[in-house]
């Protein structure tokens, strides 16, 4: 049982919330700071939860060899992404190191394309679990590349281009022409054969 809980002014510690938690093996909470932020759907992966990684674990081991570690490796990065993100709400991306801006563009990046959906979109509305194990590991072959720059306007720059690659090859047809361009662009760049540059 999956329970879907959106609670007045977006407190989870009322009833409903409460008793909903108690009998549900996945929870998906539904955040306001999301939804304003056009981040749609609008689950919050700091406040969702499943019970059910593991039992999924044998139907997907074949496509995904220790997927279920790979999945906690990316909620630890969007951890750390928030908190980057929250460093730089009091100090500003000056007073946060190198190394913490490409952390939280990397876990822009895994929002962006892994937990952001466009139900009007007729490709990224509905994706086959084939593409899905696909394209996300891809996508952590991008968490797991130690990417080097000179300075944090460079990581910028270079990430968003690398971020609109992944976002602008999630809305084309599996395996289509376009989609394959985009791919190999992203494989070029992460093997460090390729230049980053603007889409």
């Known amino acids: 049982m999956i329970g879907n809980v959106s609670p007045a002014g977006g407190n989870f510690e009322e009833p409903v919330t409460q008793n909903t938690l108690k009998v549900v093996g996945a929870f998906y909470g539904l955040s306001r ?27 997907l081991e074949e496509r995904c060899e220790g997927w279920v570690k790979l999945v906690e490796e990316v909620h630890r990065l969007l951890y750390a992404g928030s908190d980057v993100h929250q460093m730089m709400l009091v100090v500003g991306e000056e007073g946060i190191a190198l190394s913490d801006l490409v952390t939280y563009l990397k876990s822009e990046i895994v929002d962006a394309v892994c937990l952001q959906q466009d139900s009007f979109d007729v490709v990224d509305r509905a994706t086959s679990l ?27 720059l270079e990430m968003t281009a690398l971020h609109n690659r992944f976002f602008q090859m999630k809305y084309c047809p599996y395996q289509g022409e376009t989609y394959l361009k985009y791919r190999g662009e992203i494989e070029s760049i992460l093997a460090g054969q390729g230049v980053i540059s603007p889409c």
């Open 130 to 156: 084939e593409r899905q194990v696909t394209d996300f590991l891809l996508l952590m072959d991008m968490v797991h590349h130690p990417f080097t720059f000179e300075n944090k306007e460079k990581a910028r």
């Open 33 to 59: 700071s999301r939804s304003d932020q056009r981040r749609y759907p609008a689950i919050d992966p700091h406040i969702s939860w499943s019970l059910y990684l593991k039992q999924m674990q044998e139907s």
